[in-house]
């Protein structure tokens, strides 16, 4: 007690000082002196104790932990003290309990979805609501779209592009049909998210092979080699229209490739005599920049050209040099080199690339022109580094498959998606990840074509297109399908 008779404080004092002066004795709890005046005989609600003379709460022992994920934790009075019990989690109760729960799993793989569970009914949207491991296509649903037949294509000469700005997939093609305009010529349709096809624009009847187009700027870049080997740029409108008459980028070359950037639109190709592959800048408009193209490396003598893709403000391109090993490089907008040349130590030619959320996809033939050498695919880093493979995702059959092209494109931001023609002469689809592992199930494209030079392109989820011809030339033709293949 103080002088005045009143019980003391100076413990309290005390121990507020200690503590910065933080507490306040009138904050909640009964007065206490002692822990054991504090214990209210529950073990479910952990020890109490005396605090500054008032009663503090404890620590529920059976709290749940990390490893508690996807479980619910309970709490029972035991006779010597309390007894926990850790069960699966049903948080969206659809009656199954969560897979997370290490202690006990149940089977419910997505416990926020109430229509996600063992038994659901499958629908093609890309997500596996039946909980057993596979999606869409691997559960027994049909490729979606039908083959479409365009006419007679003059060689390799087509190309596709995915314009997000307009909503559309545009195909180029030089070559032929059975209507009113016949005769070979520059033909450019489009294709929508439905998969209609629009009418064809005819372009004139200037030879081209070769061609690529990239979609950007309100319509479509079309690179493509003319007669004498000349590479020619032509910017076209959303129906490929001709906006400014073809520029010449360069002469004595091959095998063009293109992409398009926020600042216009980048063409590379190999030169004829030499190999050295080169790059060159054309202004939104179509027009050169630069006084002279940049030379980026050294090419195969057939089938080494360039492919190309733009992401993160990057140009990513790879090729084949003369030897028919593989090279990967980096450059800015301005074709400055990013990094160094990395020589990815794989060897063939046909090679394409295709970008994807964690790295490159990329597909090629190991020996061009052979009748058994596969089809083969590797998983790069962004910086160029083999992550997994080679591995194979196609084994020829007999015969003349010197038209044999694969591509690759970027799925679900995880995965690739192949095209390629195999045994019996036949186009499939097979789907690998950034693993190198491939889906056993192959999806059969068409039975009775040459796959020969087909262009995939995914962009935004809005599905795939495919291009291809039958041999020499006879028929093409193209198919669209959804971004879940089945849809």
């Known amino acids: 007690m103080d002088a ?18 933080t507490a306040d004795l009138d904050d909640g709890g009964d007065p206490c002196v002692e822990d054991r005046e504090c214990n209210d005989g529950i073990f479910c609600n952990g020890e ?25 934790v309970s709490c029972s009075e035991g006779p010597d003290g309390p007894v926990c019990a850790t069960e699966a989690a049903d948080v969206d109760q659809d009656g199954q309990f969560s897979t997370q729960c290490s202690v006990q799993p149940g089977q ?3 416990d926020a979805d109430e229509t996600i569970f063992v038994g659901a009914e499958e629908v093609c949207d890309g997500v596996d609501r039946d909980c057993d491991g596979l999606e869409d296509i691997d559960e027994g649903f049909a490729l979606s779209g ?3 037949r365009l006419g007679s294509t003059n060689g390799f000469d087509k190309a596709a592009a995915w314009s997000e700005e307009l909503g559309v997939h545009g195909v180029y093609r030089f070559g032929s049909d059975s209507t009113a305009n016949p005769a070979d010529q520059q033909r450019f349709f489009t294709i929508d998210r439905d998969g209609q096809a629009s009418q064809e624009t005819f372009l004139g009847t200037t030879t081209t092979t070769n061609s690529v187009t990239a979609a950007g700027h309100g319509g479509f870049g079309h690179a493509y080699q003319a007669s004498g080997g000349t590479i020619l740029f032509q910017r076209r409108g959303p ?4 906006i400014l008459d073809a520029v010449s980028v360069d002469s004595g070359a091959r095998d ?10 980048v063409v590379g190709w190999v030169r004829t005599t030499g190999g050295a592959v080169q790059l060159r800048r054309l202004n939104i408009e179509g027009e050169l920049e630069g006084a002279t193209p940049r030379d980026v490396g050294f090419a195969a003598s057939f089938g080494g050209g360039p492919s190309m893709v733009f992401q ?4 990513t391109i790879v090729h084949s040099d003369a030897d028919n090993a593989l090279h990967f490089g980096r450059f800015t907008t301005d074709l400055l080199r990013v990094g160094n040349d990395v020589p990815l130590g794989l060897t063939g030619s046909s090679a394409y690339i295709a970008a994807g959320a964690q790295g490159f996809g990329l597909v090629w033939q190991e020996t061009f022109a052979s009748a058994t050498a596969p089809s083969t695919f590797a998983f790069l880093d962004p910086q160029g580094l083999l992550v997994c493979g080679p591995v194979p ?8 498959v010197t038209d044999m092209f694969g591509a690759a494109v970027a799925a679900d931001g995880d995965r690739f998606l192949i095209a390629v023609m195999g045994e019996d002469r036949v186009i499939t689809l097979v789907r690998v990840d950034t693993t190198c592992n491939v889906n056993e199930r192959r999806l059969l494209l068409d039975d009775s074509s040459q796959f020969t030079k087909g262009r995939m392109e995914l962009h935004g989820g809005n599905g795939f297109v495919v291009a291809w011809r039958e041999p020499n030339g006879v028929q093409s033709y193209f198919r669209r399908f959804g971004p879940n293949l089945c849809d």
């Open 4 to 21: 005045s008779g009143e019980p003391s404080n100076t413990a309290a004092g005390d121990d507020r000082a200690q503590d910065g002066g």
């Open 48 to 72: 109490e104790t005396c605090v500054q003379s008032r009663c503090r709460p404890g620590t529920p022992p059976c709290s749940a932990g990390p490893e508690a994920n996807g479980c619910t």
């Open 108 to 110: 419910d793989c997505n």
């Open 146 to 148: 039908t083959t479409t």
């Open 239 to 242: 129906t490929g229209t001709p």
């Open 256 to 265: 063009p490739a293109i992409v398009a950037t926020p600042a216009g639109w």
């Open 312 to 315: 993160d403000n990057e140009i």
């Open 393 to 400: 995702v196609s084994t020829h059959a007999s015969g003349d």
